[in-house]
């Protein structure tokens, strides 16, 4: 399956460093877990496929089995979805037909002053988990009888991670351009298997999650470099329920992200749902709502060339 023509590329992180004149931040722990993901981790997403099937009874069956697997392997939610056409990146292409998504929680007493190394390293540390939760899926279903293809939650894969996640399930389009998640709220990662499998689907769900982010301005407001948008715009496309998308300014986004520990801000400062997941499962104390720093912000960059950015608005300018 090719993509759709109005897909996106994939993010350019080289291009983007680039233009703004490299890499700027050094946190070892960061490094290391991103020397572990591309030199440990993407050496391991090739396969052996069993030669002897294993049949399920129904594609519901399939789906649990599955589900199941991938909670003992790491996973806090497990969804699954068919995928189209545009939820491929633009000149990219796809063998398997069904995408099983993953995701796992970040601990939010990271979050409790952002920008900060320690929100950096939980944002890879989560990468790094779900790698091995990916990895390990894969090879489970491989030795099933059944190919796949690995969709690494760092995001360079075929698959987009957003459109993937909305119709497994996971929750509703923010303004900050994240899933928002019931329970999980946005303080979680994803990646996803695709496979063949014949497997019962999940949906899009509506947990008035789009109604509240209308209402609500906090990730707009406590955004240091001032790139979250007021209004939804129409010519960014629907989300999955049929609303006017918001759109970051990424040309604003980056510049700060780059700079400032890679952000985050606008994660931990969403208050949907705040009393069930901003606190610590684990018992450490943490405050209802983070310290934000706000530093000057760089002057916005739209230079990446144009094929190999996606469209986004450019808020208050």
Same mark, same amino acid.
């Given at each position: 399956?090719?993509?759709?023509?109005?897909?996106?590329?994939?993010?350019?992180?080289?291009?983007?460093?680039?233009?703004?004149?490299?890499?700027?931040?050094?946190?070892?722990?960061?490094?290391?877990?991103?020397?572990?993901?591309?030199?440990?981790?993407?050496?391991?997403?090739?396969?052996?496929?069993?030669?002897?099937?294993?049949?399920?009874?129904?594609?519901?069956?399939?789906?649990?089995?599955?589900?199941?697997?991938?909670?003992?392997?790491?996973?806090?939610?497990?969804?699954?979805?068919?995928?189209?056409?545009?939820?491929?990146?633009?000149?990219?292409?796809?063998?398997?037909?069904?995408?099983?998504?993953?995701?796992?929680?970040?601990?939010?007493?990271?979050?409790?002053?952002?920008?900060?190394?320690?929100?950096?390293?939980?944002?890879?540390?989560?990468?790094?988990?779900?790698?091995?939760?990916?990895?390990?899926?894969?090879?489970?279903?491989?030795?099933?009888?059944?190919?796949? #293809?690995?969709?690494?939650?760092?995001?360079?894969?075929?698959?987009?991670?957003?459109?993937?996640?909305?119709?497994?399930?996971?929750? #509703?389009?923010?303004?900050?351009?994240?899933?928002?998640?019931?329970?999980?709220?946005?303080?979680?990662?994803?990646?996803?298997?695709?496979?063949?499998?014949?497997?019962?689907?999940?949906?899009?769900?509506?947990?008035?999650?789009?109604?509240?982010?209308?209402?609500?301005?906090?990730?707009?407001?406590?955004?240091?470099?001032?790139?979250?948008?007021?209004?939804?715009?129409?010519?960014?496309?629907?989300?999955?329920?049929?609303?006017?998308?918001?759109?970051?300014?990424?040309?604003?986004?980056?510049?700060?992200?780059?700079?400032?520990?890679?952000?985050?801000?606008?994660?931990?400062?969403?208050?949907?749902?705040?009393?069930?997941?901003?606190?610590?499962?684990?018992?450490?104390?943490?405050?209802?709502?983070?310290?934000?720093?706000?530093? #000057?912000?760089?002057?916005?960059?739209?230079?990446?060339?144009?094929?190999?950015?996606?469209?986004?608005?450019?808020?208050?300018?």
């Amino acid at each position: 399956m090719k993509a759709a023509t109005h897909s996106p590329p994939a993010f350019s992180w080289q291009a983007w460093y680039d233009g703004l004149g490299g890499r700027t931040i050094n946190i070892p722990e960061v490094e290391d877990l991103l020397h572990q993901i591309y030199h440990e981790q993407f050496p391991r997403f090739e396969g052996a496929v069993a030669s002897h099937k294993r049949q399920f009874d129904s594609p519901a069956e399939a789906a649990s089995h599955l589900k199941t697997k991938a909670q003992e392997l790491g996973a806090d939610i497990v969804g699954i979805c068919e995928i189209e056409p545009s939820d491929i990146y633009r000149g990219r292409s796809i063998e398997e037909k069904f995408a099983i998504a993953v995701g796992a929680r970040m601990r939010y007493r990271a979050f409790q002053t952002v920008p900060s190394r320690e929100s950096a390293i939980e944002c890879v540390r989560v990468y790094h988990q779900l790698g091995e939760t990916v990895i390990a899926l894969a090879q489970y279903i491989r030795s099933l009888g059944y190919s796949c #293809e690995i969709e690494h939650p760092i995001g360079d894969s075929n698959l987009l991670h957003i459109p993937i996640g909305l119709k497994a399930g996971f929750g #509703e389009l923010g303004r900050h351009g994240s899933i928002i998640h019931p329970k999980l709220g946005p303080l979680f990662r994803m990646g996803s298997v695709a496979t063949s499998i014949p497997l019962a689907i999940d949906h899009p769900i509506d947990a008035g999650i789009a109604a509240f982010c209308d209402n609500c301005r906090a990730c707009r407001k406590y955004c240091p470099a001032k790139a979250v948008p007021d209004e939804r715009s129409p010519e960014a496309g629907k989300d999955h329920l049929g609303n006017d998308r918001y759109i970051v300014d990424t040309g604003k986004c980056f510049p700060y992200f780059r700079k400032y520990n890679y952000c985050s801000a606008c994660l931990p400062v969403c208050v949907y749902n705040h009393k069930e997941w901003a606190k610590d499962f684990e018992g450490y104390p943490t405050k209802k709502f983070p310290e934000v720093i706000f530093e #000057e912000p760089p002057a916005p960059f739209d230079e990446v060339p144009e094929e190999e950015k996606h469209a986004y608005g450019k808020v208050g300018r």
